[in-house]
């Protein structure tokens, strides 16, 4: 009954400088607090420990800033998008800004499942000539294949990085350095992050910051 | 100088839960740094995590901040990775808030919340970039002061101090920011704004008092050595307690309780004769019913935490503590409110209670006997009877919870392996009662301490257990206590030998303090980095014995190290409870009518007469 009134709402979100060292269970326990500040209506999962109806389109790595980030909310009662931007302008920690807000199919898919690909803004501080760079990022994406190894849980795994990258280029701009933009695959089909393609390109210890500007859905 | 955010990213990516050190969480305070007469950061000895959960600190901070002239910012332990990182990169200790130089600050707080945070004390003052001596910081801002429990036997940690605060903190720490006003404008000097603070009622000014030792080690007399330093410093305590803090700092990182927290009532009536808190937070003043709800609402809306803490030593105790629950559940239901109740009684009064506020979720309740036997029970005074706890753990079995947390002691005064041997039955006897309910999912946990002797309470003058009978004890309940249905834990008992000296050491310590801190010490209460070897040698070093702090009777004659702290508790009403502790005799709530600790001719108490 109540059900019929429900609403999903997408918010897509920027993360700034203050807080880009938190990680996404820290991200989500601050989202679930602004929202009981600002005394939104979020639906509860039943049950003896009910959790709001939050969903996140990808984890958002430690020590990333983002201008695009994108989080689904199941509100009991409907409220309009702007509403809910002027309630959470006020709760919102700093460092945490809305950027839009849209009604969404309640029917949807879960938002993860649909997220394919990421885009990245990546400032390294490396003082090689640019010309090399240009030539080493052709070498990567005239490639056939980019077999690579990593470790996760203590495993090693090889893969190829080459399918997963699907554009990279060198920006102007970049300060005491480059600045690259890159999309890579994101999700079911293989997951790849900037580290792995600085790897790539011989620039693994350079000092870096990252930035995801954008998730395709 | 600020830190720049641009030095703290070569680090920050390269340590374990960095949003610790970054700040900006939600209600932390930044004000005009410029502006602020006096800037005082307020440091906690141990990780954020863990310092994010202390009551008092959130007090404090809110209290100082609420003044126009004043400025609060916060500090805690860099952990082991970021210290390294710190050092290596050549950055000190600073603030949260506004990423300044601890140094830079004009009064740097500690909460010294106990013993084994001292040797984390000395590091943050050197990776402050201050000397850890307060004599060789010499007319040099910060002012050092601390707090907090541990400040009820300071003489540990005299050295590396300038003052002490004792008691209640919200009023005298106002007076003492008042005093370094008054000191940076007319351009007093260090002694004279020490000597400004001594007369502050319950400030304590280590270096105004001299301290001589008799042949056989114990001390002979404490003496004022400045007309402004008065021969007893008399504990603070605020009569009623000012509303609570609301605008509670909300980290990212999760802390140890990470809830928001409404203090219902600060002291005990209870009596335990082993605990500190319960004599030195007394006299007992409660929050009424309408404080608090408005308190919780006005958390709840201001920091949008999903669970709310009632905090006191003896929650289940607040006369209006059943509406208080009731009532909060009612009124949080969407979203819901978690409410938790840290201390819960042995009866079955608390059982109900947590049935309102557990709700469905039943996921454990937690009790606290302190000995197994009854005889045992009467010497420490816990009002508690073996039917009260089979009873209690029947009605929390029968309310469909299917775990039970035990809390024991071993190591108290008088106790002999047959009061040990009481613990396995009893243990075995709420097992018993789980398993007529539950069958063998019925669970009981039990959790060990060995009990430490601490400064103000009747057990003072009592040793800490011999390392062999403590070996034997544990043993016998390893043995006693196992199985499918129970499980036995405790708490590192190496630990036990330094906490108990440090807590009733006198001021040669500090040299003890110093030379384990510069032999590696630090974060002693974290098991994965003590190391007991490292202060035998700083004893040795000093020539002195940590076993003769620890094991030794003391006599009533004896002077002790914390004798002119004046707690309000008479060290007379201590003995005397001590004396009947011995002959197993005990003394009744205070709420039931006065007992007479003394607390209504020093310091004022409105339960007595």
């Known amino acids: 009954m109540m059900r019929m009134n429900r609403q999903r709402l997408r918010i897509t979100f920027a993360r700034g400088e203050a807080i880009k060292y938190i990680s996404h269970l820290d991200l989500a326990r601050a989202w679930e607090r602004a929202f009981r500040r600002a005394g939104v209506p979020l639906a509860y999962s039943q049950g003896f420990n009910p959790r709001p109806k939050m969903a996140f389109a990808a984890a958002l790595p430690v020590g990333y800033t983002a201008t695009a980030e994108m989080v689904d909310i199941l509100l009991e009662k409907p409220l309009a998008p702007l509403d809910l931007a002027r309630r959470l302008a006020v709760a919102l920690p700093p460092g945490l800004q809305v950027v839009s807000i849209e009604e969404v199919d309640l029917k949807l898919p879960a938002l993860q499942s649909q997220v394919r690909a990421a885009e990245y803004r990546v400032n390294v501080v490396w003082t090689g000539d640019r010309a090399d760079l240009e030539a080493r990022i052709a070498a990567l994406l005239a490639a056939s294949t980019l077999p690579r190894e990593r470790v996760r849980k203590g495993r090693r795994r090889q893969y190829d990085l080459r399918p997963l990258v699907e554009d990279l280029k060198l920006e102007d701009g970049g300060v005491g350095g480059y600045r690259l933009w890159m999309r890579l695959r994101h999700g079911a089909g293989g997951t790849a992050r900037p580290e792995n393609v600085l790897d790539a390109l011989g620039l693994a210890d350079v000092p870096f910051s990252v930035e995801r500007t954008g998730l395709r859905v | 100088m600020q830190i720049a955010h641009r030095l703290l990213d070569r680090i920050l990516p390269t340590v374990t839960m960095p949003a610790r050190y970054t700040g900006g969480e939600w209600n932390s305070v930044v004000k005009d740094w410029d502006a602020a007469q006096v800037r005082l950061v307020l440091a906690y000895p141990d990780v954020y995590q863990v310092g994010m959960s202390n009551l008092g600190l959130m007090i404090l901070y809110d209290v100082v901040n609420r003044q126009p002239g004043f400025l609060a910012e916060r500090a805690y332990a860099p952990w082991v990775d970021m210290e390294t990182a710190m050092r290596q990169a050549g950055i000190p200790l600073y603030s949260l808030e506004s990423r300044h130089p601890l140094r830079e600050f004009d009064v740097l707080g500690f909460t010294l919340p106990y013993e084994l945070n001292f040797s984390n004390v000395l590091n943050m003052l050197d990776l402050a970039g201050l000397p850890v001596l307060a004599a060789e910081r010499g007319e040099n801002w910060p002012l050092v002061i601390g707090g907090g429990v541990g400040a009820v036997n300071a003489e540990p940690l005299a050295d590396f101090f300038d003052a002490f605060a004792i008691g209640d903190g919200e009023e005298v720490i106002l007076e003492i920011l008042n005093a370094c006003a008054q000191a940076k404008k007319s351009g007093a000097g260090k002694p004279e ?241 789980g398993r007529r309910y539950h069958g063998r999912r019925a669970q009981v946990n039990v959790s060990v301490a060995t009990f430490i002797p601490k400064p103000h309470t009747p057990f003072q003058w009592s040793p800490l257990v011999g390392e062999d009978d403590l070996a034997a004890r544990l043993s016998l309940l390893r043995r006693g206590i196992k199985g499918r249905g129970v499980k036995l834990s405790w708490h590192a008992p190496q630990t036990s030998l330094l906490e108990a000296a440090l807590a009733r050491g006198d001021r040669r310590l500090g040299r003890v303090i110093r030379h384990a801190w510069q032999y590696g010490a630090r974060f002693d209460a974290w098991p994965e980095h003590f190391d007991l070897e490292v202060w035998r040698r700083a004893f040795a070093a000093e020539g002195l014995d940590a076993d003769w702090y620890a094991r030794r009777e003391r006599s009533f004659a004896e002077v002790l190290p914390w004798d002119h702290i004046e707690n309000g508790v008479s060290k007379s009403f201590l003995w005397e409870e001590y004396r009947r502790a011995l002959r197993s005799e005990t003394t009744p709530d205070c709420r039931l009518g006065c007992v007479g600790c003394g607390l209504a001719e020093t310091l004022g108490c409105e339960g007595a007469g």
């Open chain 2, 193 to 433: 704004l020490l000597r400004a603070l001594a007369g502050i009622p319950g400030v304590y000014v280590p270096g105004l008092y001299q301290v001589m030792y008799r042949d056989d080690g114990t001390v002979a007399a404490v003496t004022p050595a400045a007309p402004e330093a008065s021969p007893r410093i008399v504990r603070r305590i605020v009569p009623q307690l000012p509303p609570p803090p609301v605008d509670l700092v909300v980290p990212y990182v999760k802390a140890v309780h990470d809830r928001g927290m409404v203090e219902i009532a600060r002291g005990c009536t209870a009596g335990c004769r082993f605990c500190q808190a319960g004599m030195v937070y007394r006299p007992l003043r409660e929050r009424s019913l309408p404080e608090v709800l408005a308190a919780v609402e006005a958390v709840v809306r201001r920091t949008g935490y999903e669970e709310i803490a009632l905090v006191s030593l003896n929650s289940a105790s607040h006369p209006q503590i059943e509406e208080m629950v009731r009532e909060l559940i009612a009124r949080y239901s969407h979203p819901p409110l978690a409410v938790s109740l840290p201390s819960l009684r042995v009866d079955t009064f608390s059982v109900r209670l947590a049935e309102l506020f557990q709700g469905r979720r039943k996921t454990g309740l937690t009790f606290a006997p302190e000995a197994g036997s009854q005889r045992l029970r009467d010497v420490i005074n816990k009002q508690v009877t073996e039917e009260d706890l089979l009873s209690t753990a029947e009605a929390a079995f029968a309310g469909g919870w299917q775990r039970i947390k035990l809390y024991f002691m071993i190591g108290l005064p008088t106790e002999t392996l047959d009061d040990v041997a009481a613990i396995v039955e009893l243990v075995q006897e709420v097992q018993a009662v």
